[in-house]
């Protein structure tokens, strides 16, 4: 995977994963990388510089404030800033797909599918689909992500 710095002709600045330059290029050209704030496609990689770790930056860890009171046992996590940031942005992702994005439940498959052959109209969809439906469509070339959950989800 590869990290950069993206900024939209609108101003706005924002991070994006790609499992590669040539990737990132490609979606480009298809216009499937937009800006998060304005929806623009109008987006190219910003300059940006390398990230440096240290051994300080590796070990540092931050845990939620504990609540003040009572004895019962609180969930915790022992995560680094740099790991924070990354669950902040994939979090982002996820509510901007489900802020943007049609809603079609178990019908993501079937209607995936059928966007791909080009038998309906494109758009963005998320729904639910098994690992094995999942693994289907990527084999037969159709590009699907999981949308990340995290553990204080509760949905």
């Given at each position: 995977m590869?990290?950069?710095d993206l900024a939209c002709a609108c101003g706005r600045r924002f991070d994006?994963?790609?499992?590669?330059?040539?990737?990132?290029?490609?979606?480009a050209a298809r216009?499937?990388?937009?800006?998060p704030a304005c929806g623009s496609?109008?987006?190219?990689?910003?300059?940006m510089a390398p990230?440096?770790?240290?051994?300080?930056?590796?070990t540092s860890a931050v845990a939620p404030a504990a609540e003040p009171s009572g004895d019962a046992p609180q969930a915790v996590a022992l995560v680094t800033e740099k790991d924070q940031a990354i669950r902040a942005m994939l979090r982002e992702l996820r509510d901007h797909v489900k802020t943007n994005a049609e809603h079609v439940g178990d019908r993501f498959p079937e209607l995936a599918r059928r966007m791909h052959?080009?038998?309906i109209e494109r758009k963005s969809i998320y729904g639910r689909a098994t690992a094995d439906e999942?693994?289907?469509?990527a084999e037969e070339g159709v590009e699907v992500h999981a949308l990340p959950r995290f553990p204080d989800d509760g949905d």
């Open positions: 590869i990290h950069y994006g994963w790609f499992r590669s330059s040539q990737d990132f290029d490609a979606q216009g499937l990388v937009s800006c496609t109008e987006v190219a990689k910003a300059l990230a440096v770790a240290t051994r300080r930056a590796e052959a080009e038998e999942a693994r289907a469509l």
